[in-house]
Structure formats: C-alpha cells, structure tokens
C-alpha cells in the first residue's frame, strides 16, 4: 500500500488508546483501506455537551486521534515522529446518540508536514463535522521549539 509505511494493525491501533483520552471516550479505529483510516466514537454522557449534543471538542478528539494516527503509519518511525501543528473543525449538525464516525483521508502528505481531511457523520451516514488537521513531521533527536 502506498499511502501506509507499514500496515495497519487494527487490533494493535486500539490497544494505543489504553490509559488515553481514546479510551475514555470509547475511541475505535474501525477499518483502512489503500486511501484512508476511520475510527468512530461513542455518543453519551462522556461525549455530550450541557444541551444533550456532541460536543464540538469531543469530535475534535475524534479528528485529531484518527489524524494523527494516520500520519503516523506514514512516516518511518525510527527515524521521525510526528504532532500535530493545526486543527480546525465545522460542525455541520448536532448528534445525540449512538455513535459518531470518522474517516481521515490525505490532502498533502510532504515531507515536512501531512495535511489531513477527516469527515465525521452520525450513525444515518449524514455528515456532522468536517475538520482538517496538519502534523508536523519532525526528525528524531530533535525537540520542539519550547514556547
């Protein structure tokens, strides 16, 4: 596969999500194909916010977990690592069970930064949330700037 430097291990994905924000809010990688990754995530007391809706950061979890995640099983990882630059989110419509659905795919995967578009919709198929994250790709040894 040419999007992925090794392949995913779904199994091996939700075990990463132990003692995380991920496990907390019932965070599931799902499936992969040769062109993106999908995860979903629960709808309830732990997702909501005070109006009985999804809460907007909860989906940006979502986003931002299956993201980076994907970017990660892009790069070689003996030799860079990756975090996330930027996250943005438009919440299209509100959701208040079940679960939501994500599905990240690549805009740009350079050599320096990924940009990622990840779609979010309820369990109707109907889209909820549209977000784009860009991770930094970053060699080994070095550290962020501190800020």
Same mark, same amino acid.
């Given at each position: 596969m040419a999007?992925?430097?090794?392949t995913p291990d779904i199994e091996a994905l939700n075990a990463t999500l132990k003692?995380?924000?991920?496990?907390v809010l019932?965070?599931?990688?799902? *499936?992969?194909?040769?062109?993106?990754?999908? *995860?979903s995530m629960v709808i309830d007391s732990r997702t909501h916010q005070p109006y009985g809706l999804l809460h907007g950061g909860a989906s940006v979890v979502l986003a931002e977990t299956l993201g980076s995640t994907a970017?990660?099983?892009?790069?070689? $990882? $003996?030799?860079?690592y990756c975090v996330g630059l930027e996250v943005n989110a438009n919440h299209l419509r509100g959701l208040r069970s079940g679960r939501v659905h994500a599905v990240a795919r690549p805009v740009h995967l350079g050599r320096t930064?990924?940009?990622w578009d990840i779609r979010l919709c309820g369990d109707d198929g109907k889209p909820s949330c549209i977000s784009r994250?860009?991770?930094a790709i970053v060699p080994l040894g070095e550290q962020p700037p501190k800020l």
């Open positions: 999007l992925w430097q090794r003692d995380s924000i991920g496990e019932d965070i599931r990688f799902e *499936a992969f194909d040769d062109e993106s990754l999908s *995860a970017s990660y099983l892009c790069i070689d $990882s $003996s030799r860079f930064t990924h940009v994250l860009t991770m």
